[in-house]
């Protein structure tokens, strides 16, 4: 492949926004779940919740900045790399876009203040409300982010003027979309899966090593018993994404099924090596009929194949189907351990369970690694188009931009995301290592809603005093 | 509809300008006193305020992607690399806020990292506005001139004057919220400061006619663009005057006035340009629909509440900071 400005751009963009969402993925669902601990630690008054709650509120500290942070990133890109999508369709994507930064200030930012301050200074049901407000403004921002990817998906709403501009003519129907609200409730839940199965493997982690038995139980019983609720919702949910797809994106819908030929009835490739040269699978184990029963539940119906898409229409196959496969084989993954694991809490023997427990605390990055192939079968599956069936990728870069600026910005981007990276895990270890704190003082809070690395330096610190002492 | 966007716009600027200017400008300050002491004086009267004051720039970024995207498309592909290395340099300096304090034998690395990371900010903004007025080239509603327009010596020169800006804020900033050295500090620089702001204006000033600066055609035909300087004269004697008799909260008002004639002065020579001479504010403005569908959340909820929350952290961080207690 040619490296080309456009070529690096996409890099660029793909590179910085799967960094991006890896935190708020974790921050969509660990608000949900600090609002359950300090529900629970309200109504029932076990401290062992709010002792969870302190612990995993300087996590969500960290990954809000973190995720805060590489989001300005992103306000910005859409104009420097992508200058005619944003000339042409900023009168849509600009308000949907800012509606979620707007949210994310206004709300999470605000109200973050009051979780990080206010521990000593406000009533209690106040401070439930504040914890209520982050998880919605969490949700409200991922929301916004679905409604105007969603419109790239299936752009609805708008007329297209003779200067290219595309004008919004019915904010109803671009934010009450269908396929957005198939998409959110997945990306909803796939945050909700993401913390879930941290907080399992955290719990696990820590009744490995024979520490914090009573946290660490919490922890193992309710990330693995929401996830054991959620992930059939998820695996159903999910279904109707791809219904969205199959009906609308024809082209991204075999793509994923590694479909060449126009197929009555279709057969279900289950896994396969997609030649895209030679328009083939190789290696390919496939049923029959259940190609056009998950398509379009019947047994007969025709499903169409790549090949009768004009080829300057098709997206790359390969990331699109290997991507989507290992989605569906994280969730499989998460059904197994979620149910196992669940069925051992209540008979009460987990703790034993070593082996099992092993494979708890391993599968905390299975989330996000669900989260972001689902975005990958998503966004390259849409190519060549940025605007589905009407903006092409090639159209919607800057046209002027050189390889050399690229490519500076790419280095740069590596060099400080690879910064953040490090100390952001890092200082997510230390806090988690440290586990929760006994004997909980007040929390003196320093800390500030982006400004959340204080916070777990501070943290950092205590442990390692914690360590010499 | 539009009317309210531009006023937006010109508050959320402006807001940015003067808040991030005195906490780069204290960035900037940071290099030239080595002590740890004073060092974390300074840093302890920012540290509140200053992701709050970051704020703005992401705000004002949405508005103009939303409510003007033919100006968002333009600036921010026409200035790729400064913004990149903007970006970039508000990041380390973030960081560097946070890890100077506690990396040990590499503190000096992440001090300077902050103030460099201020330099780089100030100037690369000061360079881009300075092209702006400069003028962009653009055909068919893109970008067509070079990548290095904001390295010209005129933008050259806007950056290194709006370093010397922010650092009048930024010292005026520290006689307000410091005492002792620190502010005794502030005190015997801003006299240089100013100094140095007025040179850089008659520069600008004289350097424009020499380019024959199309902008200053506004000025002959709207005489009403000369109360903008007379403020700014009014506001640097208001400055002197404080300074002589160490006044402690007039020098950062003074500058603020200093930073409101200057925008002042660009945004009436602008109009009815966004970007001079090639497009207006009503050629680039998004469809009424979009303004719309803006003003009735972002426009009556989101901007009232952010502004209230902004005053809310600067009230409650009202008065002198305390080195001892709070520093980082």
Known sequence: MEITALFLSRLQFAATISFHIIFPAFTIGLAAYLCYLEGMSLRTGISVYRRLFELWLRVFAIAFGIGVVTGIVMAFQFGTNWSELSRRTGSIQGPLLGYESFTAFALEASFFGVLMFGRSRVRPSLYFFACFMVALGTTMSAFWIMVNNSWMQWPVGFIVRSDGVYEPTDWAAIVFSPVAWVRFPHMLLAAYLTTAFCVASTGAWHLLGGRFKSEAGVMLRTGLGLAAVLVPLQLGVGHLTGDYVHDKQPAKFAAIEGRWNDEQPATEVLIAWPGEKTEQNYYQVGIPYLGSVIGSMSFSSKEIGLKSIPIENRPPVLIPFFAFRIMVGCGLLMLFLSWVGTAYVWGGRVEHQRRLLWLIFCSFPVGFIATLSGWFTAEVGRQPWTVYGLLRTTEAATPFLQKFEVTFSLALFGIVYTILFVFGSLYIYVLLRRGPVQGLKSHVAIGNPKRPLSESTEAGLIAEQGHVS | ?328
């Open chain 2, 1 to 328: 509809m539009m009317e309210f966007w531009v006023a937006a716009l010109a508050l959320t600027v402006f807001l940015y300008v003067t808040l991030d200017g005195f906490d780069l400008g204290v960035g900037m300050l940071f290099a030239f006193d080595r002590k740890v002491r004073s060092r974390n004086h300074m840093i302890s009267a920012i540290a509140p305020v200053w992701d709050g004051n970051e704020t703005w720039l992401v705000l004002t970024a949405t508005i103009l992607f939303g409510a003007f995207p033919l100006i968002y498309s333009i600036l921010l592909s026409a200035f790729y690399l400064p913004l990149i290395l903007m970006l970039v340099a508000l990041i380390f300096r973030g960081v560097a806020f946070e890890f100077r304090s506690r990396a040990g034998a590499l503190a000096g690395v992440w001090d300077f990292a902050f103030a460099a990371g201020s330099f780089l900010a100030a100037f690369i903004q000061g360079a881009t506005i300075g092209a702006l007025v400069e003028g962009l080239k653009v055909v068919d509603r893109r970008y067509a001139g070079d990548a290095f327009v904001w390295l010209s010596p005129f933008a050259a020169l806007c950056g290194l004057g709006l370093c010397v800006g922010y650092m009048l804020l930024g010292a005026s900033w520290l006689t307000y919220k410091t005492q002792d050295d620190v502010q005794a500090l502030a005190f015997r620089t801003l006299p240089w400061l100013l100094g140095a702001v007025l040179v850089f204006l008659a520069a600008a000033f004289f350097s424009s006619i020499a380019i024959d600066l199309d902008l200053l055609n506004r000025w002959t035909d709207r005489p009403v663009i000369f109360i903008f300087p007379v403020i700014g004269a009014i506001a640097c004697v208001a400055l002197s005057v404080a300074v002589c008799w160490r006044l402690p909260l007039l020098p950062f008002l003074a500058s603020v006035a200093i930073f409101g004639a200057a925008f002042g002065t660009l945004a009436v020579s602008f109009y009815p340009y966004a970007i001079p001479p090639a497009v207006t504010l009503k050629e680039a403005v998004a469809p009424e629909s979009t303004l719309t569908f803006m003003f009735w959340g972002a426009g009556i909820f989101v901007l009232p509440i952010t502004i209230v929350y902004t005053l809310l952290v600067y009230f409650i961080f009202k008065g002198k900071v305390n080195p001892e207690q709070e520093h980082y």
